[in-house]
T-cell receptor
Framework: GAVVSQHPSRVICKSGTSVKIECRSLDFQATTMFWYRQFPKQSLMLMATSNEGSKATYEQGVEKDKFLINHASLTLSTLTVTSAHPEDSSFYIC???????????FGQGTRLTVV | GESVGLHLPTLSVQEGDNSIINCAYSNSASDYFIWYKQESGKGPQFIIDIRSNMDKRQGQRVTVLLNKTVKHLSLQIAATQPGDSAVYFCAEIEAGNQFYFGTGTSLTVIP
């Protein structure tokens, strides 16, 4: 299968700072990338869908200004958690797919802890 | 459709037995479905997929069944092994390539 690399795998930051998480498709071009948030022992919750070169589509209830998504190229999408607070602590996972209606490949996830 | 954030149901099976994990999806317009396996602290891994024009698909030790009438998906794992212990999610893919995940099931294999 294709490889999606997510970085960093763990990050601890102070409340009020911003954190950037990168998602890279290493051996394929990703038309679409997805960002999920996962709380302990819960399912993945889709935050937003991003297509290269266009604005991300956010799910209802997800703050666009807080979770900034940039999909600048076909192999890189970034999620920036701005002015992070302890309640933003979570496991964030990205996925990427080559084209519409095909398998999505997942990154390893990023454990964000805001102190 | 929306992904849901509920606490995971659990399933415990004896090593060597067959496991059946169920998933209800929400959107009758979804035409592609995937089962993922997620181990603790890792991202989900693809197991098997099925398109809406099929009702059954088999892989290595796994079978996915799709019942579009009642919007139900199941994953059957034959001869369950300790390495199968993980959380299993189904995903429904809607037009426009939106992936939504079901609640997931935590599978524990008892040696």
């Amino acid at each position: 299968g294709a490889v999606v690399s997510q970085h960093p795998s763990r990050v601890i930051c102070k409340s009020g700072t911003s954190v950037k998480i990168e998602c890279r498709s290493l051996d394929f071009q990703a038309t679409t990338m997805f960002w999920y948030r996962q709380f302990p022992k819960q399912s993945l919750m889709l935050m937003a869908t991003s297509n290269e070169g266009s604005k991300a589509t956010y799910e209802q209830g997800v703050e666009k200004d807080k979770f900034l998504i940039n999909h600048a190229s076909l192999t890189l999408s970034t999620l920036t958690v701005t002015s992070a607070h302890p309640e933003d602590s979570s496991f964030y996972i990205c996925s990427a797919s080559r084209q519409t209606n095909t398998e999505a490949f997942f990154g390893q996830g990023t454990r964000l802890t805001v102190v | 459709g929306e992904s849901v954030g509920l606490h995971l149901p659990t399933l415990s099976v004896q090593e060597g037995d067959n496991s059946i994990i169920n998933c209800a999806y929400s959107n009758s317009a979804s035409d592609y479905f995937i089962w993922y396996k997620q181990e603790s602290g890792k991202g989900p891994q693809f197991i098997i997929d099925i398109r809406s024009n099929m009702d059954k698909r088999q892989g290595q030790r796994v079978t996915v069944l799709l019942n579009k009438t009642v919007k139900h998906l199941s994953l059957q794992i034959a001869a369950t092994q300790p390495g199968d212990s993980a959380v299993y999610f189904c995903a429904e893919i809607e037009a426009g390539n939106q992936f939504y995940f079901g609640t997931g099931t935590s599978l524990t294999v008892i040696p």
